[in-house]
């Protein structure tokens, strides 16, 4: 005899996020969480020195004429 769902299917391919249970889950979904906002901190300081950079080396190097 099967037994009906008491909550519907997510679907195939959707993951549901399940609360953290024993302590070591809760220290390292915050330990992920730090991770991820630190990388995402890292990407964007990148990004704003790399575009700095590129701006001072566009003004520092003047346009070269062409050799005759």
Known sequence: ???LRT???PG????IPLAPQTPHDKTAAAAKLIIE???TKRADRSAALKAARLARDALAKPAKQPAR
């Open 7 to 9: 909550n519907p299917s």
């Open 37 to 39: 906002t630190e990388a």
């Open 12 to 15: 195939l391919f959707r993951e």
């Open 1 to 3: 005899m099967s037994r």
